[in-house]
């Protein structure tokens, strides 16, 4: 199986938090069935697909990234690379922004996103087809700051992360970390 045999896959049996990560879901099996190379970072015309990944230390507090270009605090996350799975993708990114190096993914997909990023770089407008896991770590005290990613690096609490992570798109997943939490249904 291809990866994006393997990932259409997956999102025609993801289940959908909301009306708008049902939209995300669409979206992206459109970009997978219609476009020429859904990953290449190339691929302006709607975007590319990303990964992403949510990093849960053992007291289940977040790990979070103020990014250096979008000025904002994020998950870790970035582009797919050549040959990359995005659960690949989403580790490797974990571990370079983190420098986290014993990440683990728990589960499958934990949440589906399509946003827009700003022209930089060269780049014009596109979006960003977010593919997102949740990550967990057991030694949180070995993060290591990427300065040409970050501004700052920091284990936030999942009720500080909101006010911090203000957007809807962040809001649903804190609140899918806080079922999954309250439930206990990763490790």
Partial sequence: MTRDQSLLAQLRTYQAADAVEEEHVRAMVNLLTNGPDAFSRGHFAPGHFTAGCFI????????????????????MGGHVEAGEWPEEAALREGREESGLGDLRIVGGIFDLDVHTIPAGKGE?????FDVRYLARTASPESITIDESESKALAWIPLERAAALMPGAESQRVLRKIDRVLSREEYP
Avoid at 60 to 71: F, G, I, P, V
């Fill in 56 to 75: 849960l230390d053992d007291a289940n507090r977040l790990l979070l990234h103020h990014h250096r270009r979008l000025d904002r605090w994020l998950q």
């Fill in 124 to 128: 014009p407008d596109h979006d960003h």
